[in-house]
């Protein structure tokens, strides 16, 4: 017999099922774990990041000695093991200096991976003192920059972070809770920047502050409330066409259905086009009279006699071959 | 009025327009960034600040003139208090991002459901759990627990079938042959269930 992994209560039995794929997926979760060279900095930082993302997170306490770049097989169990499809991993070492390496799982295996260094200018959420996060409101997101459109690493930049802190999606959006903007950054490319020399990285986050501005619309400002880190592109792993094109399939029943001949004019109203079927008319009620009821119907005998005669003085101007065969009966009128 | 004029502007000037994706409230500004003001330690902050300002306000004036749709659910129920919220309905977002985990396939069909599509048969309607029950004049379950196939177990006297009539089973007691039926019948669902399963596995 083959082995069906069989769940023995109802609690695991719900725990397999929140597991397996599903048509509407549910929130991206996270899972952060440090490396055996992350340093105080490195937990810091993922901490202040994991702040952004609650409460869809996990996070490992002991250090991993894992090099995802050689090896992710781990980080993989990782991912299956705690149903996480985002995962950010620390190193440090002298030629790649703090390191978090940024990877997302498609079906529990690295679809991509990115490796930022974070840049001496950084600025954690405790040296802002300002505030906490409120727990699971979705960001707005601001990309500067035209990189972020064009260049492929920018490209990926974007729909990383896009994906690991849009929280829940949703067709309905609170206006109390827009507040939190993370604001992506990259310069220009130069002359000289290679694929070893990109722009790095500006990662800000503000808090939105509205004010009243005489019209229906507010005044925007907005007030750092941090992180801040500044990061310097390293490595990256791209998705392979077959896996990326597997993941980026939209479901087929939950696309959309296209309504024929529906349309709305100029005015906002719903026009459309009605097919009526075919309308038998030997069906249609006419006028309801004692006369007219089938019973009052005269005998037959006589009245076909007298319909083929009056039939057949007619043909004679068209055509006779189509009647030489015997009168199919008429019917009753 | 004098008032207006402290009021700042809502309005932001872009050389290339920004787009939108406001199903994940998300602004994409094209708009090059100077390199000179990004490289310099006491612009940098307030060059960005700047720059992510003026994009926050496109894209605040794009959300906010979205549809808007009032409910009066309560956000916190432990007051009881119910306060209108303004909700905002936000298009399906436009950036394609992948996956979690492949699109779930379709459960193959069961050798039952190969032979009524075959055939045309349709689902039967459900008509429910209970029966009508003429002796007791009461509704009983069809089946499990004082089920009406378990009738005969309790009778004290039941008839014999013909079909037993003459043969070895003649003897056995008819109850624990309705009983033994049952029984029977579960065992074989189960073996065309563990069939089904290793037939869609393979």
């Known amino acids: ?78 991912a299956e093991k705690n149903d996480t499809s985002l995962m950010v991993f620390s190193t440090h070492n002298k030629k790649r200096p703090n390191t978090l390496i940024f990877s997302r799982f498609f079906n529990f295996k690295v679809y991509d991976m990115i490796e930022l260094s974070i840049l001496p200018n950084h600025k954690l959420l405790q040296d ?14 601001v990309f500067n920059g035209p990189l972020f459109d064009s260049h492929p690493v920018y490209q990926h930049l974007k729909s990383l972070f896009l994906d690991f802190y849009r929280g829940e999606e949703t067709d309905l959006q609170d206006v109390a809770g827009l507040q939190y903007i993370i604001a992506l950054s990259a310069g220009e490319l130069d002359d000289n920047s290679s694929d070893k020399n990109l722009p790095p990285l500006h990662f800000r986050v503000y808090k939105l502050k509205t004010f009243r501005s005489g019209q229906k619309l507010p005044r925007v400002e907005i007030d750092e409330i941090g992180p801040r880190f500044d990061f310097k592109i390293g490595r990256r792993i791209s998705p392979s066409e077959e896996i990326e094109k597997q993941a980026n399939e939209r479901p087929k029943q939950l696309q959309a259905k296209v309504k024929k001949n529906v349309s709305t004019d100029f005015m906002g109203d719903k026009v459309a086009q009605i097919h009526v079927g075919k309308q038998d008319l030997g069906k249609l009620q006419t006028r309801k009279m004692k006369g007219l009821k089938a019973r009052y119907d005269q005998d037959s005998d006589f009245d076909e006699e007298n319909d083929q005669d009056f039939d057949d003085h007619n043909d004679g101007m068209d055509s006779d071959i189509e009647y030489d065969a015997p009168q199919p009966k008429k019917q009753k009128v | 009025m004098s008032e207006e004029k402290e009021y700042k502007s809502v309005t932001v000037d872009k050389p290339i327009p920004t787009t939108f994706d406001l199903g994940n409230l998300a602004t994409f500004d094209p708009n090059p960034l ?169």
């Open chain 1, 1 to 78: 017999m083959i082995r069906t992994i069989k769940p023995k209560n109802a609690r695991s039995k719900r725990a397999l099922a929140k597991k397996e794929a599903k048509l509407v997926e549910n929130t991206k979760s996270a899972l952060f774990v440090p490396g055996a060279t992350g340093n105080k900095l490195l937990h810091d930082a993922m901490v202040d990041l994991m702040a952004l993302k609650k409460p869809f997170v996990k996070k490992f306490s002991k250090k991993n000695e894992i090099r995802p770049f050689e090896d992710y097989s781990e980080l993989e169990f990782f």
């Open chain 1, 128 to 141: 802002f003192k300002k505030l906490t996060f409120t727990l699971g409101l979705k960001p707005m997101f």
């Open chain 2, 34 to 202: 100077d390199n000179s003001k990004l490289k310099n330690e006491n612009e940098r902050e307030a060059y960005l600040t700047a720059t992510t300002r003026d994009n926050v306000q496109l894209l605040i004036n794009q959300i906010l003139s979205l549809p808007v749709k009032t409910t009066t659910d309560s956000q916190v129920s432990s007051t009881g208090q119910n306060a209108t919220m303004t909700l905002i309905q936000l298009p399906e977002p436009i950036t394609q991002l992948p996956r979690e985990k492949p699109i779930p396939k379709a459960k193959p069909p069961t050798k039952w459901e190969q032979f009524a599509a075959r055939k045309g048969i349709k689902a039967k309607t459900k008509d429910g759990k209970m029966v009508y029950d003429e002796a007791t004049g009461q509704w009983v379950p069809k089946w499990g627990y004082k089920g009406k196939n378990k009738e005969l177990d309790n009778q004290w006297l039941v008839e014999v079938e013909d079909k037993v009539k003459n043969t070895e089973d003649e003897l056995i007691d008819p109850r624990s042959l309705s009983r033994a039926d049952r029984k029977k019948l579960i065992k074989k669902n189960e073996l065309q269930h563990k069939r089904n399963v290793k037939n869609a596995s393979s």
